[in-house]
């Protein structure tokens, strides 16, 4: 995150917070980085991408999401879709830490970056589909300030 985009951006290091997957105990950085998001309050904006199968954050498809931040084991198809950025497939890791759902969800601000036309599909399903752990995306249904931002052609369905 920091050279990819805090690097490029007008913004103090102090207010970005990305928890350690390399951190030597995860469990125990899960729990500090829960810690620091309930003392500092919730997020001002959560900036999140989606995956082909309705991933954010990598928060995957499963019968149950998790409320705070913890360790997941990524899909295979969350590791095909993330090769592009390593060498070999095998490079690819096999588990990510992660800000649960219920974290996600506090943030005053959701800003969601959906970019090609191939993901127009989940799009479609994370907006207008049912609200469902296997599509994870599909919560921000609930969310009162959700901002999309996409290059997909997708018609969204407002109703009151």
Not at 35 to 40: N, P
Not at 113 to 128: C, F, P, S, Y
């Amino acid at each position: 995150m920091q050279r990819n985009l805090f690097d490029h951006i007008d913004i103090q290091v102090a207010n970005t917070h990305v928890p350690n997957g390399n951190a030597a105990d995860i469990d125990a950085e899960c729990r500090l980085y829960d810690k620091m998001m309930f003392e500092q309050g919730p997020v001002d904006l959560q900036l999140l991408g989606i995956g082909g199968n309705g991933h954010i954050g990598f928060n995957e498809p499963d019968s149950q999401l998790s409320r705070g931040t913890y360790q997941v084991t990524l899909k295979e198809e969350t590791r095909e879709a993330n090769k592009r950025f390593f060498n070999h497939i095998d490079e690819v890791p096999t588990q990510a830490v992660t800000m649960g759902m219920g974290s996600i969800m506090q943030a005053k601000v959701i800003l969601l970056v959906v970019k090609g036309q191939e993901k127009a599909e989940i799009l479609d399903r994370t907006l207008n589909g049912p609200i469902t752990t296997q599509v994870p995306a599909s919560l921000l249904q609930t969310h009162p300030r959700v901002i999309v931002m996409t290059d997909c052609d997708v018609n969204y369905k407002v109703s009151y």
